[in-house]
């Protein structure tokens, strides 16, 4: 079969084609980059509930080893009041993210963008690198002098905030 004018393909349907098909990529790539901005937050709070678990743990064995133990009470004592003083702190943070999601759910759908998420996360990051860093150093001092009490099951529990102290400096680096 002959068509009677010759047909030409219109070269706007191909651009319209190409632009759909690239505002359906960049619409998808925003979409992607809110969810990552949301699970770094949400691992921020995962990370911070499991330095509060740790210093709960911590804390439970030092205050079930105090009565009992016959050595070097001060050191032990200083790690009791260390570990009050930071489990208020992980807290504070973990709530901080708690509040910044619950924040987050709040915003309409229609103005949900990166930056909002972005904003809301940042201010429940309050916790700088630096301040990571003395509070892991003050830790570590806290840690080795607590090494001479010989406590086998307060020794596994500052592994474990260890651990949890070093995923938590990993997550703000990243």
């Known amino acids: ?12 349907r191909d651009a319209l084609r190409h632009s759909a098909n690239r505002a359906r990529a960049h619409v998808g790539a ?13 691992q921020r709070g995962a990370v911070q509930s499991d330095v509060s678990d740790a210093l709960e743990d911590l804390l439970d064995a030092a205050l079930a080893a105090a009565p009992h133990h016959a050595g070097d009470k001060r050191a032990l004592a200083e790690l ?13 943070q973990r709530n901080l993210v708690n509040m910044a999601l619950a924040d987050l759910y709040a915003v309409p759908v229609r103005e949900l963008s990166l930056g909002r998420i972005e904003e809301l996360s940042e201010s429940a990051l309050a916790i700088s690198p630096a301040d990571l860093a003395a509070q892991r150093q003050r ?36």
């Open 30 to 42: 925003a979409g992607f980059q809110q969810s990552d901005a949301l699970e770094r937050l949400i």
């Open 80 to 92: 009791i009041r260390f570990g009050y003083a930071q489990l208020e702190a992980a807290d504070r």
């Open 139 to 174: 830790w570590e001092e806290v840690a080795l002098r607590t090494q001479t009490l010989e406590l086998p099951e307060l020794q596994a529990c500052l592994g474990a905030y260890r651990a949890a102290l070093h995923a938590q400096a990993s997550l703000s680096a990243g």
């Open 1 to 12: 079969m002959t068509l009677p004018i010759p047909y030409e393909r219109n070269p706007e």
